[in-house]
Each structure stands twice: as structure tokens, then as C-alpha cells.
């Protein structure tokens, strides 16, 4: 008996097989270089959780905490100062 690689039965749906299997392969290439961020995404709020945006917003919220704890401190002394006049 002769052996063969491919079996003659199954080779019917071969060009729709590799069609898909390429198509799969070229898709999950694209994702990975989405979800390394190599490529951003800028549209339908895909780029609001980007590593580059939530360092700028933790930026952004940590001067707004540190102001907003100066502001306490302050009236913090200014009612001390009260109590001792």
C-alpha cells in the first residue's frame, strides 16, 4: 500500500482552507500589534485606555489631589490661627 501525505478526498476544499487560515493568521497579527500599542486606535474611544492616556490623566488627577490637599492645609492653619486669637 502506498502512503501519502495528503488524502486525494480531502484536497476538495483546499483553496478555502488556506484562504481562512491566512486570513486568521494576518488578523491575529493585527491584534497583537494593536495590543502592544504600536498601533493606536482613534476612533469609538479605543485610545482612552492607552498607556500613553492614562499616565497623562494620572498626571492630570494627581496635580488636581495635590491641589486640592493644599487647599485643606491651608484652611486647616487659618482656623488654628482663629483659635489662637
Known amino acids: 500500500m502506498k502512503e501519502v501525505f495528503f488524502i ?3 484536497m476538495n476544499y483546499i483553496t ?3 484562504i481562512l487560515d491566512t486570513s486568521g493568521d494576518f ?14 486606535l482613534n476612533f469609538c474611544g ?4 492607552l498607556r500613553r492616556k492614562i499616565m ?3 498626571e ?3 496635580i488636581g ?4 490637599n493644599s487647599n485643606l492645609d491651608d484652611d486647616e ?5 482663629e483659635e489662637k486669637n
Open 8 to 10: 486525494e478526498d480531502s
Open 16 to 18: 478555502p482552507k488556506y
Open 27 to 40: 488578523l491575529s497579527l493585527i491584534g497583537f500589534i494593536v495590543f502592544l500599542e504600536l498601533i493606536e
Open 46 to 49: 479605543f485610545n482612552k485606555d
Open 56 to 58: 497623562d490623566r494620572s
Open 60 to 62: 492630570y488627577e494627581s
Open 65 to 68: 489631589i495635590l491641589g486640592d
Open 77 to 81: 492653619d487659618d482656623s488654628k490661627e
